[in-house]
């Protein structure tokens, strides 16, 4: 089998197609271990789509959604000769369509829900919106807050990711806490969209606007009457056998 790891504003995967739909959970869980990545994603064909996507997180659990797999996956899709630039495909959190620029690639996200509107706890004030899957979001004035005991309680007791964010000179600066992981990670892009609805709904910032994860790579997310889009940079690290499946 070959595997393709890949890092898009951060977040690492690893990522390969097959025909057989199975319960991939196992091989995640050693691979991301192997691999020191963030998700696996598995690309099976669809009839009607491109493709269709299982998404896998470190600990083994799957993910309806993911904001910077859709972008990973859609490259590999590409490169791969499996999809067009325009790519479409199937996840949990129903159908997305890509648009691969060489190294640029952008996502319409699914469409947002508020599963909890704005309440005060632990000293914060939150609000829970689903981009795909559900994000505890506060809005804080420095982001060295974020506390990973605080985040771990809050991800628990709400079954959700958990987002601190920050904005600065007209831009959104995010930490996240991701649950499947259990700690931060470099990027997530479900909750990058979830902290730039609220700070647009706030009128904090204007759309697009440009997104820093921790990583420090630059991400422009943008709302219209059509969607929402989240745009940045690829990266494929490297293509390799593994020979243990």
Not at 5 to 19: D, M, Q, R
Not at 104 to 124: A, C, H, Q, R
Not at 146 to 164: E, G, H, P, Q
Not at 191 to 198: K, R
């Amino acid at each position: 089998m070959i595997i393709t790891k890949y890092s898009a504003s951060g977040n690492t995967f690893v990522i390969f197609h097959t025909n057989i739909k199975d319960d991939y959970s196992s091989l995640a869980i050693e691979l991301c271990k192997k691999e020191n990545v963030d998700g696996l994603i598995v690309v099976i064909p669809h009839e009607i789509y491109d493709f269709e996507w299982l998404f896998y997180n470190s600990d083994g659990s799957t993910a309806s959604m993911c904001g910077n797999g859709t972008r990973a996956v859609a490259h590999y899709a590409f490169t791969n000769k499996l999809a067009s630039t325009n790519v479409k495909f199937l996840t949990g959190a129903g159908v997305i369509t890509c648009v691969v620029d060489d190294d640029i690639v952008e996502t319409t996200m699914p469409k947002p829900s508020v599963m909890k509107n704005e309440f005060e706890e632990l000293g914060y004030r939150w609000i829970i919106i689903d981009t795909g899957v559900p994000h505890l979001v506060t809005l804080v004035d420095d982001l060295t807050q974020f506390n990973l005991d605080i985040c771990s309680k809050m991800r628990y007791k709400y079954n959700a990711n958990v987002n601190f964010a920050k904005v600065e000179n007209g831009d959104l600066k995010v930490r996240t806490y991701e649950r499947g992981v259990e700690s931060e990670t470099q990027a997530c892009g479900t909750g990058m969209t979830a902290c730039f609805l609220q700070a647009l709904e706030l009128n904090l910032i204007s759309s697009p606007a440009n997104v820093y994860p921790t990583s420090g790579e630059l991400l422009v997310l943008k709302k219209d009457k059509n969607g929402i889009y989240f745009k940045g940079k690829v990266i494929k690290i490297e293509e390799k056998k593994y020979n243990d499946f």
